[in-house]
């Protein structure tokens, strides 16, 4: 009874053996994992103002493409991205001074990179990322003798430019 035991613990290391030393299906001598990774969207504007934008001389006596500022648009999205602005004081694509003591105004058009700002204010359109591309912000008003701002540096405005990822 004894030699029937070992026999059979011996035939059950071998087959255990054998088992161990048969390689797993499907494995092979080289492998592979493929890794990808992803860059967020991020889109930035920089709007340099012009020294000269804060203090205008003489708003009476008008000016043409008088440079207020340089945007920098930064924007990564495939797709592209949208520019606007809008002025506080009319609410849309265009600017007013306004005199902040007796509301008396004195309107402005604005060009973006040498085009003038259409309706809807939207000044780029681009349908690819950018990095780092200047923009200059021109304004023109026209002569108007009679302004009277109440004090001096009264007419204001302020122009904000938004930036969207498509």
Same mark, same amino acid.
């Given at each position: 009874?004894?030699?029937?035991?070992?026999?059979? #613990?011996?035939?059950?290391?071998?087959? &255990?053996?054998?088992?161990?030393?048969? @390689?797993?299906?499907? #494995?092979?001598?080289?492998?592979?994992?493929? *890794?990808?990774?992803?860059?967020?969207?991020?889109?930035?504007?920089?709007?340099?103002?012009?020294?000269? #934008?804060?203090? *205008? @001389?003489? *708003?009476s #006596?008008?000016?043409?493409?008088?440079?207020?500022? +340089?945007?920098?648009?930064?924007?990564?999205?495939?797709? /592209?991205?949208?520019?606007?602005?809008?002025?506080?004081?009319? /609410?849309?694509?265009?600017?007013?001074?306004?005199?902040?003591?007796? +509301?008396?105004?004195?309107?402005? +058009? *604005?060009?973006?990179?040498?085009?003038?700002?259409? @309706?809807?204010?939207?000044?780029t359109?681009?349908?690819?990322p &950018?990095?780092?591309?200047?923009?200059?912000?021109?304004?023109?008003?026209? &002569?108007?003798?009679?302004?009277?701002?109440?004090? &001096?540096?009264?007419?204001?405005? +302020?122009?904000?430019?938004?930036?969207?990822?498509?």
């Amino acid at each position: 009874m004894k030699y029937f035991t070992l026999v059979q #613990a011996f035939l059950t290391l071998l087959l &255990a053996g054998s088992y161990l030393s048969v @390689p797993l299906a499907g #494995a092979a001598p080289m492998g592979q994992v493929t *890794i990808t990774g992803n860059v967020p969207i991020a889109c930035d504007l920089l709007v340099q103002q012009e020294a000269g #934008a804060a203090s *205008i @001389p003489d *708003i009476s #006596a008008g000016h043409a493409n008088r440079h207020v500022a +340089t945007v920098i648009e930064t924007c990564n999205s495939p797709d /592209g991205y949208i520019v606007t602005v809008t002025g506080a004081n009319s /609410g849309d694509h265009n600017g007013i001074f306004v005199d902040t003591v007796s +509301t008396d105004s004195h309107p402005f +058009t *604005i060009r973006y990179n040498g085009v003038s700002v259409s @309706p809807g204010g939207v000044v780029t359109d681009s349908t690819a990322p &950018a990095f780092d591309v200047q923009k200059n912000v021109d304004i023109t008003y026209p &002569a108007d003798e009679t302004l009277t701002g109440t004090v &001096a540096d009264s007419y204001e405005e +302020t122009l904000t430019f938004t930036m969207t990822a498509k």
